[in-house]
């Protein structure tokens, strides 16, 4: 009798634990998947088919896609104060994490740089693309959706990232700071592909400073916002601090990472 009362309570239980989970998907749904930071040019959000532009300071909620027009740029901030820079001509998706708290951002097309919170303890998430999982055991890398067939490219600054072809079976790198690998569609990943010498990093991070030396440099600052500086420099936008004044982060005169770098 008593071993039965006590599976009827546990059969309760996880009932009402189903019932709770069920009622608050919807809650999850409405929550903001990200805030705006800075802004320069076209950022809009696609609703009904149709561009609505985005403002800084402005939520946008889960599912939503991004869009940056060209030479445009964006950084946005989650709820656990990691840092997603969208640069121009990109679309990428943020998640909410209520239903998978591995899945957070997705890149249909264009180019990401995203810096990982650690701030709490371990920080588990992924990122991906229409060919690539991007598992996330660091905390700053880049992440760059070359084309239609989803070719991938994966950079990393700080920590250590795995990669994964979705598209067909094969080794998973894991990389290290300087390192870099494509993913291409239905090509297995190889330990031999992976570019340990830093080429695309250096030409990613030429790509990045251009567009910060602009933005620094042009008038009223970013977004209107004077001495606002991507990257985390002086002025920049509001955050945790991160790996500030660790050794290893960043090249010399790259800018620092911006807040949410932190290991």
Same mark, same amino acid.
């Given at each position: ?219 009223? *600052?970013?977004? +209107?916002?004077? &001495?606002?500086?991507? $990257? #985390? @420099? !002086? =002025? %920049?936008?509001? *955050?945790?601090? +991160?790996?500030? &004044?660790?050794?290893? $982060? #960043? @090249? !010399? =005169? %790259?800018?620092?990472?911006?807040? +949410?770098?932190?290991?």
């Amino acid at each position: 009798m008593l071993r039965r009362s006590t599976l009827s309570r546990i059969v309760r239980a996880l009932l009402t634990a189903a019932t709770l989970v069920v009622s608050l998907a919807p809650a999850w749904a409405q929550q903001p998947a990200a805030t705006l930071l800075v802004q320069n040019g076209q950022v809009s959000v696609l609703k009904d088919g149709n561009q609505m532009a985005l403002s800084i300071g402005q939520s946008i909620k889960a599912n939503q896609i991004v869009v940056t027009g060209e030479g445009s740029y964006a950084k946005f901030q989650v709820a656990d104060g990691s840092i997603f820079e969208v640069f121009e001509k990109s679309q990428v998706t943020f998640h909410d994490r209520g239903g998978s708290w591995k899945d957070l951002l997705n890149v249909w097309i264009g180019h990401v740089k995203v810096y990982i919170q650690h701030l709490y303890g371990p920080n588990p998430t992924s990122v991906t693309s229409p060919t690539a999982v991007i598992s996330v055991r660091g905390t700053v890398f880049d992440v760059v959706v070359e084309d239609d067939d989803g070719t991938t490219l994966v950079s990393v600054d700080e920590g250590l990232v795995q990669v994964r072809n979705t598209t067909v079976p094969g080794n998973e790198p894991l990389l290290k700071p300087g390192e870099s690998v494509k993913v291409f569609r239905n090509q297995p990943l190889l330990g031999q592909l992976v570019d340990k010498g830093g080429a695309a990093q250096k030409a990613l991070r030429a790509v990045q400073q251009a567009v910060y030396d602009y933005l620094m440099h042009r008038p009223g *600052g970013v977004g +209107g916002i004077g &001495g606002s500086v991507p $990257g #985390g @420099a !002086p =002025g %920049a936008g509001t *955050g945790p601090q +991160g790996d500030k &004044g660790k050794p290893g $982060g #960043g @090249a !010399p =005169g %790259a800018p620092a990472p911006p807040p +949410g770098g932190g290991h």
